[in-house]
Every structure is written in structure tokens, then in C-alpha cells.
């Protein structure tokens, strides 16, 4: 089919690994991908899997890489012949929570690029500090317990900044930097995420541009709970000294509430080399999370499931809802002018057990296929309300964040009965072994205790929020509400037994991304969806910059989706319209009504598991 391309949408994602970008058109179709690896395209860094190790804790990866990984991609769109001078509009998305340290210098070098040399060999000077310290560093142990410490402790910086103290949070590591390299960081003049570092790095007009109000949310520093929303003064001054938390303002710099603002226009060096038009807008830059969680909608009440190295959920809610488990966002795609009541936020519960949990239990008792798991799942899962599942296994291989600490193997064989009505009553008599007697039981317990995980804390948010949400079954506590839907993406969403059990565990219909060609018909997607869904911004943002709109993000999407549907001759309204490039590929069966009984008992079974493995060290 040949169609004239039009206007044109662009977004990057600089994540752990590699730097990716995707094309899309005005109507959100994915045209083009490219991606640059860091270890396989740029070797002359040495990293490993993106990052560099150093002291013990310590992960980092060097500030020149992703530069040069931007003149690496954009050569490449070029030789692939990717119409750019119909770009219209780009925005990119960063690994949340790294740090860029931008150099006094910075201004005059970041103004003056010659289109004709590569940006590496000429922003060497704009820098302060030659590492980014990488979200996987754990070095800043002490640094957290100060900052929690400064607000009254990590209960007291949950409610104000959306998160308790994590390592990998922007705060500990400007503090640990500060330590241990004081006159770098008195070089500095400003300090970034690495998503608002991209987005500098293409405006390149002398500006840093400022870090954004749902990527801002990782740092630790940003008070989310109050109607003035704004830089922690306490916080700044635990981590600067009261003298110097006004010039650590100043450092981070103006927050982006506005995602859909034009910060600046693609800088020249980008016009001259690639044939970018001079007009087309840069906006925003946020967080890899909060760009996924576009890409996908979420309305409020609807949840996603990443199934990728470490398993991801978000869940979509119209109120704020900090707790020390987990983390709040804003949401990353409203206007400046929301008011209060009308903000929309989503939680992240981010768990290390994920993939690598469950191809360990795969490779131990399955003979390394998922085939043979998967039939195991399917003969054992519950298939009728009463079918109450009796087996818990807690693999935490790794200490997992959520629940804190939680390391260790533990396997229950419990006995429901009349003597037990109450749960923690049933966990504590329950058996545990090192074995199940059926080895069936191996697989569909590691599912059942990370889905039952995923069920029970989204039921919390829901339930802790005046998001709407779906009442349980009949029958069923009403204090365990449901997700309206889930979406599943990641390595592991490609197994259909796991989204089956998905959807039964989590009583949700489970959908998935899926792409139109005439050819083919719809299949999955297997775009890169934190690119696609900063792409879906830029689109947002231009059409109220330039159309003189004031429409929000999601009516936008579904209006590209409808002008989608009717060039395929489909008429769509309503919900059929939201479903425009989703899939429903799993509605819950019999035995969703089973795990929905068990939730308090999973629950009462988590708290026996965490008791031992704390009793273990
Ligand atoms: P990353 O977090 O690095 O982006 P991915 O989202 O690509 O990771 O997920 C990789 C994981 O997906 C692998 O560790 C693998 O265990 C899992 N995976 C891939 N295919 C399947 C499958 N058919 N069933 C279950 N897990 C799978
Ligand atoms: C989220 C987190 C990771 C990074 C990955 O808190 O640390 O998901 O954003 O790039």
C-alpha cells in the first residue's frame, strides 16, 4: 500500500541498553525502528550489558555514550533513507531515576555545534561529571537513610515525594556525589535526568532543558502532595546544607509540568546534517515507565504487567496513593493546567523475581522448556470457584524489593478447612516442604505466587484510592477489588499459558498490543513501546501547539485510532474504539473465582514466608 507519509512523529529511547527510535505517522502508525546496542555498537566503552561496575554497589555507564550513540542513530536513519524532513514533532524517553551533571561551559558549547563534525567529538567540555550513575547502583545506603531521616522517615518521604528512600533514586546519588567529589559538583551548573538530557541534546539551542513532572517523581526531591508542588526545601537541604539547597534549586532547574509543551525546535545541527525541518518541535523528554504507560493509554483503573528481566506492574489511578512498598507518578501526559482534583497519577511495584525466577524453576524441574511448564500449568490450575489452590512458593532468588529484603526459597502445602476459617490461622499450620510431591505443582506455584502478588497489591491501590474500580466476584471479600483490564507486555507476555492464568489470578480480561498490515491482518506487536509511546506525545503535543487545540492526551489517541479504523473502511465507536490495536487474549475462566478466595490466605502466606526468611539471616 502506498500512501504519502504526511506529517511525521519521532521518539527515542535511551534505556540500559541501547538507544532505539521509532517513526510514526499523524495517525500512530509505527512505519520505521532502529536501534543502537551499547555494548555491540559502541565496544570502544566497554560496557557490559550497557553499564560499568566500580566500588561495590556502584553502576554507572560513561556521559559520552549516549552522545555518541545519537550520531550513530540518526547516521543510521539517514543511510535507511527515513523521510526526516517530515518529522513534525520528537520526544524521547530515558532509564529513569540516572543523573546528568552539565558543566558551566555547557551553555556556550551546547550553542555552538558544527553540523559538520559528530556531536561526541565536540561536547566532551559540556559535562561536569564523566558517568551517569546507572538506576541499577545500590551504593547509596547511607545517603537514603539521611534523606528519610531529614522528613521524618521513609512513611513521612513517601507521602511527599511519592517514594521512600531507594538507592537508585536521583536524591541519595546527587548527595553521594556531592561527598565524594565536591569540586565537580561545585563545577556544575546544571543537573538532568537522562531523559531531559536527550531532550537538550536535540534542541542543542544553549538551553538545558528542564526535567519533567512524571520523571521528576523518581528523584526523591519533588513534593507531590501538595497543591504547590515543588523542589523539597528540607530534602535539598539534607543533601546540600542549608546554605546550599537554594543553589541545588537552581541546579535541577525548572520542572516541565506541561508534557506536551514545545520546549524548543530541533537544533540546527540536526536541519543541516539530516535535513530535519527548522520547525519541527521537541517536547518533553520523561521517564522509560511513565513513556511505556502511554504507549498503552492506561485509564484510570486499568493495570500493566511487564513480564521482562524483573517483573513490572503499573496501575492507572485518578488519586495519589504513596506507600513505602511502591512508587507514585504523575502521570505523564497532562497540561500545566489541570487542577488538583483533576491530576491523574500511576504506581509502579517493580520486583527483581521476575523472568529469570521462572526460568529457573523451568530449567530445574522442566528440562528447559516452556512447553513442558506450560503443560504442567494447564493440567493443575484451578477449574471451577471452589478449586482452591493450596500450594505457595516464594522464590526469591534475589533480595526482591517488593516485599523489602524478601530473599530466600519457601514452599507451603496448605489444608483449607472449616478449623481454618481464618487465613493466618491456615498459613501458620501449613506444611512446609523443600519439594512439591508432584513436580506439576512447581510451575503453577512460582505463577500463582507472583500473579497472587500482582492481584493483592493492585487490589491495595484500587481499594486505598477513589479510583473506580471492578467489585469482586459474588461471594468474594469485597475489600479485594479488580483491575477493569490488564495489559501485558515483555519477554515473557509472548507465553499465552502464563496471560491465560493472568487474566484467571488477577480476574481481568488480559490484551495486548497488536499491529494492522494488509497482508496479514492484526498480529502481535513487537515495537519498542517506551519510543512508540513518547512518539504518541510529540503527536499529542502538536496538535495542541500547532492546531490550537486543547485536547488531552488520550481523546487524541483514540481520534488517531478512529481516523485509523476508517481507512481500513471500519466504523468504530465507543469501546470498540479503545480497542483499536488491542487484543483481548485472555478473558478469565472458571477458576478465577478460586483465586479470588485465596487472596487473603496468599496474603497470610506472604507474611509467614517474609517472617522466615528474615529469621534466615
Ligand atoms: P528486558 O527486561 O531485558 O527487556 P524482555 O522483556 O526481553 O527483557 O524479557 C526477557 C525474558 O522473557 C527472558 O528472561 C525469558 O525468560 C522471558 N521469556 C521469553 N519467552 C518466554 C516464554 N515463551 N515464556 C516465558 N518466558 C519467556
Ligand atoms: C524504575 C527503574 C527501571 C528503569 C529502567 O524505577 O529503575 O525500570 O527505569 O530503565
Given at each position: 500500500?502506498?500512501?504519502?507519509?504526511?506529517?511525521?512523529?519521532?521518539?527515542?529511547?535511551?534505556?540500559?541498553?541501547?538507544?532505539?527510535?521509532?517513526?510514526?505517522?499523524?495517525?500512530?502508525?509505527?512505519?520505521?525502528?532502529?536501534?543502537?546496542n551499547f555494548d555491540k555498537d559502541l565496544p570502544q566503552y566497554g560496557t557490559k550489558g550497557g553499564v560499568l561496575y566500580g566500588t561495590p554497589g556502584e553502576v554507572f555507564s560513561p556521559v559520552m555514550l549516549p552522545v555518541e550513540a545519537m550520531d550513530v542513530l540518526f547516521e543510521r536513519m539517514q543511510a535507511a533513507g527515513w523521510p526526516l524532513g517530515q518529522v513534525k514533532g520528537v520526544a524521547a524517553a530515558g532509564q529513569q531515576h540516572a543523573s546528568v551533571y552539565w558543566s558551566t561551559e555547557s551553555s556556550k558549547i551546547l550553542s555552538s555545534v558544527d553540523p559538520s563534525r559528530p556531536l561526541h567529538e565536540q561536547l566532551q567540555g559540556?559535562?561536569?561529571?564523566?558517568?551517569?550513575?546507572?538506576?541499577?547502583?545500590?551504593?547509596?545506603?547511607?545517603?537514603?537513610?539521611?534523606?528519610?531521616?531529614?522528613?521524618?522517615?521513609?512513611?513521612?518521604?513517601?507521602?511527599?515525594?511519592?517514594?521512600?528512600?531507594?538507592?537508585?533514586?536521583?536524591?541519595?546519588?546527587?548527595?553521594?556525589?556531592?561527598?565524594?567529589?565536591?569540586?565537580?559538583?561545585?563545577?556544575?551548573?546544571?543537573?538532568?535526568?537522562?531523559?531531559?538530557?536527550?531532550?537538550?541534546?536535540?534542541?542543542?539551542?544553549?538551553?538545558?532543558?528542564?526535567?519533567?513532572?512524571?520523571?521528576?517523581?523518581?528523584?526523591?526531591?519533588?513534593?507531590?502532595?501538595?497543591?504547590?508542588?515543588?523542589?523539597?526545601?528540607?530534602?535539598?537541604?539534607?543533601?546540600?546544607?542549608?546554605?546550599?539547597?537554594?543553589?541545588?534549586?537552581?541546579?535541577?532547574?525548572?520542572?516541565?509540568?506541561?508534557?506536551?509543551?514545545?520546549?524548543?525546535?530541533?537544533?540546527?545541527?540536526?536541519?543541516?546534517?539530516?535535513?530535519?525541518?527548522?520547525?519541527?518541535?521537541?517536547?518533553?523528554?520523561?521517564?522509560?515507565?511513565?513513556?511505556?504507560?502511554?504507549?498503552?493509554?492506561?485509564?484510570?483503573?486499568?493495570?500493566?504487567?511487564?513480564?521482562?528481566?524483573?517483573?513490572?506492574?503499573?496501575?492507572?489511578?485518578?488519586?495519589?496513593?504513596?506507600?513505602?512498598?511502591?512508587?507514585?507518578?504523575?502521570?505523564?501526559?497532562?497540561?500545566?493546567?489541570?487542577?488538583?482534583?483533576?491530576?491523574?497519577?500511576?504506581?509502579?511495584?517493580?520486583?527483581?523475581?521476575?523472568?529469570?525466577?521462572?526460568?529457573?524453576?523451568?530449567?530445574?524441574?522442566?528440562?528447559?522448556?516452556?512447553?513442558?511448564?506450560?503443560?504442567?500449568?494447564?493440567?493443575?490450575?484451578?477449574?471451577?470457584?471452589?478449586?482452591?489452590?493450596?500450594?505457595?512458593?516464594f522464590w526469591w532468588l534475589l533480595p526482591d524489593i517488593i516485599p523489602d529484603g524478601a530473599h530466600g526459597v519457601f514452599k507451603y502445602i496448605s489444608k483449607p478447612s472449616k478449623e481454618y476459617s481464618l487465613p493466618s490461622f491456615e498459613a501458620s499450620a501449613a506444611k512446609s516442604v523443600s519439594d512439591f510431591p508432584d513436580v506439576r505443582a512447581e510451575a503453577l506455584a512460582i505463577l500463582e505466587s507472583q500473579l497472587l502478588n500482582y492481584r493483592s497489591r493492585s487490589s491495595t491501590i484500587l481499594g486505598d484510592s477513589s479510583t473506580p474500580f471492578l467489585p469482586s466476584s459474588p461471594g468474594v471479600p469485597s475489600s479485594i477489588p479488580r483491575l477493569t483490564r490488564v495489559y501485558a507486555t515483555g519477554g515473557a507476555s509472548a507465553n499465552r499459558t502464563i496471560l491465560s492464568l493472568m487474566s484467571d489470578v488477577l480476574s481481568a480480561p488480559v490484551c495486548k498490543n497488536v499491529e494492522y498490515a494488509p497482508e496479514t491482518g492484526w498480529v502481535d506487536a513487537d515495537w519498542n513501546a517506551c519510543s512508540v509511546g513518547v512518539a504518541y506525545k510529540a503527536r499529542w503535543g502538536w496538535e495542541r501547539h500547532v492546531a490550537g487545540r486543547n485536547i488531552g492526551f488520550d481523546e487524541l489517541v483514540t481520534e488517531c485510532r478512529q481516523t485509523r479504523a476508517a481507512r481500513r473502511g471500519e466504523v468504530?465507536?465507543?469501546?470498540?474504539?479503545?480497542?483499536?490495536?488491542?487484543?483481548?487474549?485472555?478473558?478469565?475462566?472458571?477458576?478465577?473465582?478460586?483465586?479470588e478466595r485465596r487472596v487473603e490466605w496468599w496474603r497470610a502466606m506472604e507474611e509467614r514466608a517474609l517472617r522466615e526468611s528474615k529469621l534466615a539471616k
Open positions: 500500500m502506498t500512501r504519502t507519509l504526511g506529517a511525521l512523529f519521532l521518539g527515542l529511547d535511551c534505556s540500559t541498553q541501547s538507544l532505539k527510535a521509532s517513526l510514526l505517522s499523524a495517525d500512530l502508525d509505527i512505519l520505521r525502528e532502529v536501534a543502537v559540556a559535562f561536569s561529571r564523566e558517568t551517569i550513575p546507572n538506576w541499577q547502583d545500590s551504593a547509596t545506603t547511607a545517603e537514603c537513610r539521611a534523606i528519610e531521616a531529614a522528613v521524618g522517615g521513609p512513611e513521612a518521604l513517601a507521602e511527599i515525594t511519592g517514594s521512600k528512600a531507594y538507592e537508585r533514586f536521583t536524591g541519595a546519588q546527587i548527595m553521594r556525589f556531592k561527598r565524594l567529589e565536591p569540586q565537580a559538583y561545585a563545577a556544575t551548573d546544571r543537573i538532568g535526568l537522562v531523559s531531559s538530557a536527550i531532550t537538550t541534546l536535540l534542541c542543542l539551542d544553549g538551553e538545558v532543558k528542564g526535567i519533567d513532572e512524571s520523571d521528576v517523581c523518581g528523584m526523591n526531591l519533588w513534593t507531590m502532595n501538595n497543591p504547590a508542588r515543588g523542589w523539597h526545601a528540607g530534602i535539598l537541604a539534607a543533601i546540600a546544607g542549608k546554605d546550599g539547597a537554594e543553589e541545588l534549586a537552581r541546579k535541577l532547574g525548572t520542572v516541565e509540568r506541561d508534557g506536551g509543551r514545545v520546549v524548543g525546535k530541533i537544533g540546527q545541527w540536526f536541519v543541516k546534517r539530516y535535513g530535519f525541518n527548522p520547525e519541527c518541535c521537541v517536547f518533553p523528554g520523561t521517564g522509560d515507565n511513565p513513556a511505556t504507560f502511554l504507549s498503552l493509554t492506561l485509564r484510570p483503573s486499568e493495570g500493566l504487567v511487564s513480564l521482562g528481566t524483573s517483573d513490572v506492574v503499573l496501575v492507572s489511578t485518578s488519586s495519589y496513593n504513596p506507600h513505602q512498598e511502591y512508587h507514585a507518578f504523575f502521570h505523564p501526559a497532562q497540561d500545566a493546567e489541570s487542577s488538583q482534583a483533576g491530576l491523574r497519577y500511576f504506581n509502579m511495584l517493580v520486583y527483581k523475581n521476575g523472568s529469570l525466577a521462572r526460568e529457573h524453576v523451568r530449567d530445574r524441574y522442566f528440562d528447559k522448556s516452556w512447553e513442558r511448564f506450560n503443560a504442567a500449568v494447564q493440567a493443575l490450575r484451578p477449574k471451577a470457584p471452589f478449586d482452591l489452590p493450596m500450594r505457595a512458593a468504530k465507536t465507543g469501546t470498540d474504539i479503545q480497542e483499536e490495536g488491542i487484543k483481548v487474549v485472555a478473558t478469565p475462566g472458571p477458576g478465577s473465582g478460586a483465586y
